[in-house]
């Protein structure tokens, strides 16, 4: 309803709040880390360790690229539906709260997942595999109303278990190679969004 010029300016003043916010806080005191070696000498052997650690520890990597590519799809998914779900149908002045109630998903999979612990991860993955599965062929119905439930349910999946492999990730990760290992996480969902964008483009092109 406010078009993207006033979205996108609101945005912008919420954002200014938040770096003000974010000046108000201050750093925490360290001790200054003993020995003559340099920062670059440290980041390097920071990453050298990380990388080490994978190659020993390849259900970690697994469980990355698992959850990375996943957390892909679903991610995609969305975004593309905000260009699809006009053109099957929706009213343009429904698809912000259409969009707000999809990612209504996403919270509640990241909440109700704690209520899950004894569902083994395979089990977890084979659950959110099958209802982003669910949620990509719902377009092929055409009608809108499914597809935003489809896209409720691709949220739901993703969060429900990107938490639990964040969870089973802070436990089988040192903590001194944590921050390094969770943006290698970070990193490799950026590269699967990378290549896996033309491939979903081309599929939303042909339905």
């Given at each position: 309803m406010l078009g993207y010029r006033k979205a996108y300016s609101l945005d912008v003043v919420f954002g200014i709040f938040g770096v003000m916010t974010v000046l108000g806080l201050s750093e925490m005191t360290q001790p200054a880390v003993s020995g003559k070696d340099g920062i670059g000498i440290r980041c390097k052997a920071c990453v050298t360790e990380s990388i080490l650690f994978l190659k020993k520890n390849p259900k970690v990597m697994g469980l990355i690229l698992v959850n990375s590519l996943v957390g892909a799809v679903s991610t995609l998914l969305l975004f593309f539906l905000q260009a699809k779900l006009p053109e099957i149908g929706l009213n343009p002045s429904l698809l912000g709260p259409a969009l707000f109630f999809m990612q209504l998903g996403a919270a509640l999979g990241a909440k109700l997942v704690h209520y899950c612990s004894r569902l083994r991860f395979r089990g977890i993955v084979i659950f959110s595999i099958s209802g982003i599965a669910a949620a990509l062929g719902s377009l092929l119905l055409g009608n809108p109303y499914i597809v935003i439930a489809g896209g409720f349910m691709a949220a739901f999946f993703d969060d429900f278990m990107e938490v639990r492999a964040d969870i089973?990730?802070?436990?089988?990760?040192?903590?001194?190679?944590?921050?390094?290992?969770?943006?290698?996480?970070?990193?490799?969902?950026?590269?699967?969004?990378?290549?896996?964008?033309?491939?979903?483009?081309?599929?939303?092109?042909?339905?």
């Amino acid at each position: 309803m406010l078009g993207y010029r006033k979205a996108y300016s609101l945005d912008v003043v919420f954002g200014i709040f938040g770096v003000m916010t974010v000046l108000g806080l201050s750093e925490m005191t360290q001790p200054a880390v003993s020995g003559k070696d340099g920062i670059g000498i440290r980041c390097k052997a920071c990453v050298t360790e990380s990388i080490l650690f994978l190659k020993k520890n390849p259900k970690v990597m697994g469980l990355i690229l698992v959850n990375s590519l996943v957390g892909a799809v679903s991610t995609l998914l969305l975004f593309f539906l905000q260009a699809k779900l006009p053109e099957i149908g929706l009213n343009p002045s429904l698809l912000g709260p259409a969009l707000f109630f999809m990612q209504l998903g996403a919270a509640l999979g990241a909440k109700l997942v704690h209520y899950c612990s004894r569902l083994r991860f395979r089990g977890i993955v084979i659950f959110s595999i099958s209802g982003i599965a669910a949620a990509l062929g719902s377009l092929l119905l055409g009608n809108p109303y499914i597809v935003i439930a489809g896209g409720f349910m691709a949220a739901f999946f993703d969060d429900f278990m990107e938490v639990r492999a964040d969870i089973i990730l802070n436990e089988k990760i040192p903590s001194r190679q944590r921050s390094t290992l969770i943006s290698v996480s970070s990193f490799s969902f950026s590269v699967i969004m990378i290549f896996l964008s033309p491939f979903m483009g081309w599929i939303f092109d042909r339905i």
